[in-house]
């Protein structure tokens, strides 16, 4: 059962473009929603993460939407650059020690910046 | 953010063989450490969550007695595939659990490339 879906699973951006990854759940125990970027060879690096209290959070030019009813959030890049160019996974977890603090991935969007 | 290496970061091996792959953190203790499996294009799959001085917890599927995890001490989980196979051939990539107020965040490693041939 796949509890995090994530669309689309490739895009392409023109630079400055804007790149837009949705993201869906089914837990609504789910309270820590983070992403992560992840170039070819490499582990995933933490990007950007909300929490569901509140409705959207900005780092430079990365900003997370978040529809708690709708159990949907987003990773809007703004100004896409070349070297945005890697993997993207939303993940869900719940922040409680019996819960184990375990990660659920999406299945990642591959997104690529043309020049 | 907290740095976590893997050791090494790819490795060759002869089917039948055993391979031990390294994750440590480096600037902050680690009571719980967690191992993934990413096949090519494909998304993280848990494997296992390992906590210190104690056993590791198997996600449902993976064989307990093929991939040995260890977590020793507060910075160190070593993941042992034992008797490895062309099918084990993957990218295994470790984190680290880092709480911070309100909110646990996992860490990645670089991961390791294990091919066996």
């Known amino acids: 059962q796949q509890q995090v879906k994530q669309s689309p699973q490739s895009l392409i951006v023109q630079k400055g473009g804007i790149s837009i990854i949705n993201c869906a759940y089914e837990?609504?125990?789910?309270?820590?929603f983070p992403w992560y970027q992840q170039f070819p060879g490499k582990g995933p690096a933490l990007l950007i993460a909300?929490?569901?209290?509140?409705s959207e959070k900005k780092e430079g030019r990365f900003t997370i939407s978040f529809n708690k009813s709708a159990k949907q959030f987003s990773l809007h890049i703004m100004d896409s650059q070349p070297g945005d160019s890697a993997t993207y996974f939303c993940?869900?977890?719940?922040?409680?020690?019996?819960?184990?603090?375990?990660?659920?991935f999406g299945g990642g969007t591959r997104v690529l910046v043309k020049p | 953010g907290a740095v976590v290496s893997q050791h090494p970061s790819w490795v060759i091996c002869k089917s039948g063989t055993s391979v031990k792959i390294e994750c440590r953190s480096l600037?902050?203790?680690?009571?719980?450490m967690f191992w993934y499996r990413q096949f090519p294009k494909q998304s993280l799959m848990l494997m296992a969550t390992?906590?210190?001085?104690?056993?590791?917890?198997?996600e449902q599927g993976v064989e307990k007695d093929k991939f040995l995890i260890n977590h020793a001490s507060l910075t160190l989980s070593t993941l042992t595939v034992t008797s490895a196979h062309p099918e084990d051939s993957s990218f295994y990539i470790c984190?680290?659990?880092?709480?911070?107020?309100?909110?646990?965040?996992?860490?990645f490693g670089p991961g390791t490339r294990l091919t066996v041939l």
């Open positions: 909300i929490r569901p209290d509140v």
């Open positions: 390992s906590n210190e001085g104690s056993k590791a917890t198997y």
């Open positions: 984190s680290a659990r880092v709480p911070f107020f309100l909110t646990d965040t996992q860490y």
């Open positions: 600037d902050f203790q680690a009571t719980t």
């Open positions: 837990n609504t125990a789910f309270d820590y």
């Open positions: 993940a869900a977890s719940i922040q409680i020690k019996a819960a184990g603090n375990k990660l659920t």
